[in-house]
């Protein structure tokens, strides 16, 4: 994925930023977020704190609303990503595909405190219109997310985002994504059927 | 899946009654719950009230802890099972593979309120331990669950679950489970492949 001459790293957090991220990156439309994250896949969880970025990989999130987009997350204490998304408020969902399995083990088995993952793992990160966190390229999806609702982090470290923006990489036709099984067993995405649904 | 002739519905909502709930179900470790949902499957819910079973389709669903096993999900007011829920506190989550994929689809295209649904779709309930909603027979695994955190039902439809004990079929070996991506569009579960992984 190639990044825009134009594009900038948003100035203020509230403020989304309109411009063309990367030459390759199409905005999606927010009602289709849902189609995304339904599905459970895992992902890669982005932050940024003092100009520093950092990812994570993720499993336990949910869809919480259709639209604007509302998704649910757990975030341990344990994670170093948790200071950074519970003091900014903002974080990037970028869905990976089978091709960065590798990858996605790697960067949940280390952590930000003593690790450059971007760097390591050479992932590029893009910046974002409407928050510090950065997208991925490498990522066919990228939800830009702000912290809408923090009533049960105490308890239970889940935080409610709501998603901003949205971007798909259209060159990524009917990309597999993985599911976590525990201890590294994964299934990839297998065959796509369709049933004559009213279900949205 | 058959019953076992010494199986019956619990008594009281609170206490778990041991028993085998069938000759063919299994106990399993609650330790293992979060290897069931955490790749984000298809599943069906249970309620229980008033001494009619209700089931529903339902994909907003996430882990919130390891052990004891807590479940997040996001539950309609527009589904007859909200009130259920709200009202007993008490579920059924059932894991169905994907031989069941027509049914699901097919619960999740009508309402308890004018539907039975466990009669009209040929499902089988089986008597739970320590809650009244049933479990189905023909699903590969069931979660009892009962509901410990409602702070953001009114806001978000967001019920968190404790799962108190959970049953996997032994005959079910691998058994493939369904992700909607929307409006009827379903992946199942391809390949399975494990990475080395420090990651529970």
């Known amino acids: 994925m190639q990044t825009s001459s134009t594009a900038r790293r948003s100035g203020t957090s509230g403020a989304c930023v309109t411009r063309k991220v990367g030459l390759t990156m199409k905005n999606l439309p927010l009602a289709?977020?849902?189609?995304?994250?339904?599905?459970?896949?895992?992902?890669?969880?982005?932050?940024?704190r003092n100009g520093r970025a950092n990812v994570m990989t993720m499993s336990w999130h949910m869809m919480v609303e259709f639209e604007p987009p509302l998704v649910a997350c757990v975030v341990s204490t344990a994670d170093y990503s948790?200071?950074?998304?519970?003091?900014?408020?903002?974080?990037?969902?970028?869905v990976p595909a089978v091709d960065l399995?590798?990858?996605?083990?790697?960067?949940?088995?280390?952590?930000?405190?003593?690790?450059?993952?971007?760097?390591?793992?050479?992932?590029?990160?893009?910046?974002?219109?409407?928050?510090?966190?950065p997208l991925?390229?490498?990522?066919?999806?990228?939800?830009?997310?702000?912290?809408?609702?923090?009533?049960?982090?105490?308890?239970?470290?889940?935080?409610?985002l709501e998603v901003?923006?949205?971007?798909?990489?259209?060159?990524?036709?009917?990309?597999?994504?993985?599911?976590?099984?525990g201890y590294g067993k994964f299934v990839a995405d297998g065959d796509t059927f369709r049933l004559k649904s009213r279900m949205r």
């Open 32 to 48: 289709k977020v849902y189609q995304l994250l339904e599905p459970g896949p895992v992902v890669l969880l982005t932050t940024a």
């Open 82 to 94: 948790f200071a950074a998304l519970r003091a900014t408020k903002e974080c990037v969902i970028a």
């Open 136 to 160: 991925i390229a490498e990522c066919f999806a990228n939800l830009e997310c702000r912290v809408v609702n923090s009533r049960l982090v105490s308890k239970y470290n889940l935080f409610v």
């Open 101 to 133: 399995a590798q990858k996605i083990v790697s960067i949940g088995n280390c952590s930000g405190r003593n690790v450059a993952k971007f760097e390591k793992f050479g992932l590029t990160p893009l910046p974002a219109d409407c928050v510090k966190a």
């Open 164 to 181: 901003l923006k949205a971007w798909s990489d259209p060159r990524r036709r009917n990309p597999k994504t993985i599911h976590h099984h």
